[in-house]
């Protein structure tokens, strides 16, 4: 069992029990490799040897019990930093990207591509201790102004390497992990992991695992689903049509079956697990508006990788896709540049229709994400600043399509833009590239792959006029849905 077993569903541990040969999805394969590229990124910048810092990296190639002890004799030598370490404990394995010695004892290093910390901004906020990554081991560590953000999962992994750590009477209490900042090492308290970490185990003792499947949000990308769909279908479990903890309400009042919340006649609910039946995607509320228009139009969408900035920031208006793009590393002069260029390009279509006496409105769906990479861009580099983003977002003249789809519509399988624009008539050039793929086409573009490039732009592109496509739809009433009850 790994730390990750401890996290989501527990069914997938039977299932991988007893079917241990299921390979993992593409998708899972994909976030492995991403893993892998950023732990060899972060090693790679760790301190090397020298005269008073001993390294050892142990084989990744070996055998995982060769491993486990070549990473007790890499202890027992002392050495000041050991990476690919692995450790075996009862019942639980668990790897270590790192060992760092600190006096007689080792702190474990975790590397993950989960966002660890956030900045804090206001005074009095708390700090968290760090290191640079070049440094650990080296350096005494700082206070920053950041605040830890939980991941289980990552929680987990260090707790389970303290646990090992003090079997061999190694522990020094504390651990260290980088996330998307591959710069910096956040100390974390590895004791404080334990209560949860020795409720997960228990939960995960096979006296306690489920003995069926339940439909999760995670089986849509779980190995196993293959054999868990049909169990469900077969019982026409609640959790087909409600994944998770929404049927539990219904399950506790004895309706475990889609058919059975259909026939308690229950109002939304249950028109909504028809609809599901149906295969009909939208019901249309009552409370249905059309969002607001002007003369000029113009729809964004903005991609970013990981917590490391928006590369992508495109535009539809007058039938013309505008892309303001860069592929060089984030956080720096070019994204500095081409947000800058953006802002100025759509702040010129604003002033020119102000000019005009007309009106004007940028339409974004679901504006989530758009607004805080305008922030941290003001935050970052000034422009636009602070202000005038402020200003934008809070102005009548950024509409989020999402709020007006969430009003006027219901759906048994959520309101995304990919469920929703289809039924306005919008078609995607390539249907399968999702949010993951698109991670995936970004490092690739970075490398320079002109295709991946291509596709993130096609991909851009289908979505601004997607959002465009669903107003325009709305605006005539949204014909071809049916009316909810
Ligand atoms: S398909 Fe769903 S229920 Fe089955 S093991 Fe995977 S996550 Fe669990």
Redesign the pocket.
Known sequence: MQASDLV??R??LV?RRAHPDVPATPAAQARAERADAARAAVLAHLPGPSKNFRCLDLDTEADRWEREMATLEAMATGAHLITHAAFAYDTWQVDVDALVREGDAYLPLLITNHRVARRVQSAGSPSLPAVPTHRVGLSAPLELPYRLRHHSVDGYRLGMAARALEASDLDAGRGLIIGQDRDTAFYVDTQSYQPALERALEAAAPANLPTS????K??AD????H???PVLRARDDISLFLPGDRGTPYVERGIGKVQELIDASLGEVSALAQAWRDGTVLLKRPEFVAPPRADVEVDIDMEAYLDQGAYLWGAWHAGEYTPFVTWAPLGGQAEAHNVAAFWQWLMQLREDAHAQGRTFAAYCYSAHGENHWLRMSAQRFGTPSPQEVAEFIASPEWVDMFSYVKRGFAGPHGLGLKLVAPQAGHAWAEDDFDGEESVNARRLAVAGDQHARQRLLDYNAGDVQATARIREWMSQGAPGVAELG
């Not at 499947?213 to 999760?216: A, D, G, I, S, V």
């Not at 779980?222 to 689903?225: E, G, L």
Request: hydrophobic share 20%.
């Open positions: 989501g569903c069914y997938r299932q499947p339940r439909r999760l995670e089986c779980c190995r196993f689903w054999l868990c769909e």
